[in-house]
């Protein structure tokens, strides 16, 4: 996609804090139409945060949000949100056709809210855009993980959005299911944008158009290139890049042993999200 320039998502000089603790300090970066924007990032740096005051839910205390040029609450309508799945209650008795439909009801005016033809239309076309027609009559309890998940996106899309915003979208999802869903993402970031917000390294597509590293402070090269000192700036620890094949890989170099069993864990996560011979990578 990414055929224009404007700034669909604006941040300038974003601090916020929770009392004293502080957890973005001074961030900027800009969101164009037509990218796939993402922020990686551990756990506990901020990422959820950025989304919140993304959304307008929370008020920077320092600098701006600006989504489509106006302050993030006047224009929230504008994103498709697909929020961390444990939030979600799965256990509805709702069949995914109806699940999808709920998100036209932001749009549905008047006491006595009804859906329309138009919103059964739309239900219909993202269903097939999500590859699940054949699941609309299921109910959601029934679904895996990974079928799930794809219902919410949906759910995001339905109200035709410009932006699709996604907080950690395959974290209780099982490895082909991730692989599947990234897939999903790739062809969707050819007609809107999107900001993919996650702790895994390892999700890097040859469709992402610009990479950010978020712990309390935000480092990018506003491009698609995600280099060693970016990572080491985030993670805190040391990084050297192989590349093997169209994917690049991410190892940890030797550095100081006090950071040992959180770059082990690191390690791990790279690994499981590598489709090659975990001994040849």
């Known amino acids: 996609m990414n055929t224009e320039t404007s700034a669909v ?16 300090d001074d961030i900027s970066f800009s969101v164009h139409n037509g990218d796939y924007y ?12 950025l989304i919140r005051l993304i959304l307008g839910l929370l008020t920077p205390k320092h600098g701006t949000v600006s989504v489509f040029g106006a302050n993030a609450t006047e224009n929230k309508k504008r994103i498709g949100y697909v929020p961390q799945y444990h939030t979600c209650d799965f256990s509805l008795p709702v069949t995914v056709h109806d699940l999808v439909r709920m998100g036209c009801l932001s ?39 990974g079928e799930r ?26 490895a082909p299911s991730e692989k599947e869903f990234y897939s999903l993402l790739s062809n969707l970031s050819h007609t ?17 158009t610009k990479v950010a590293c978020l712990n309390q402070r935000l480092y990018t090269h506003e491009n698609e290139k995600i280099t060693s000192d970016m990572l080491e700036a985030a993670y805190g620890c040391p990084m050297e890049f192989l590349s093997h094949g169209p994917v690049p890989h991410r190892i940890l170099a030797d550095h100081h042993v006090q950071c ?22």
């Not at 998502?9 to 973005?24: A, K, P, Q, T, W």
């Not at 794809?150 to 974290?171: M, N, Y």
């Not at 770059?263 to 040849?280: F, G, M, P």
Request: glycine share 6%.
């Open 107 to 145: 749009e549905i005016k008047g006491p006595f809210r009804r859906y329309s033809s138009k919103d059964e239309d739309r239900v219909s076309a993202v269903l097939e855009k999500t590859n699940l027609c054949h699941l609309r009559d299921r109910i959601i309890s029934e679904l895996s993980g």
């Open 9 to 24: 998502i604006e941040v300038s000089h974003l601090s916020f804090s929770y009392g004293s603790h502080l957890v973005l």
């Open 192 to 208: 809107i944008t999107i900001v993919l917000i996650t702790h895994n390294i390892g999700v890097i597509s040859s469709h992402v």
């Open 260 to 281: 040992t069993m959180q770059c082990q864990q690191l390690k791990e996560k790279i690994h499981s999200s590598c489709s090659i011979n975990q001994e040849e990578c």
């Open 149 to 174: 998940q794809r219902v919410i996106v949906a759910r995001a899309l339905v109200s035709k959005p410009d932006i699709l915003l996604l907080d950690e979208p395959t974290v209780y999802i099982d």
């Open 38 to 49: 993402l922020i990686i990032g551990p756990n506990g740096g901020g990422k959820t945060t």
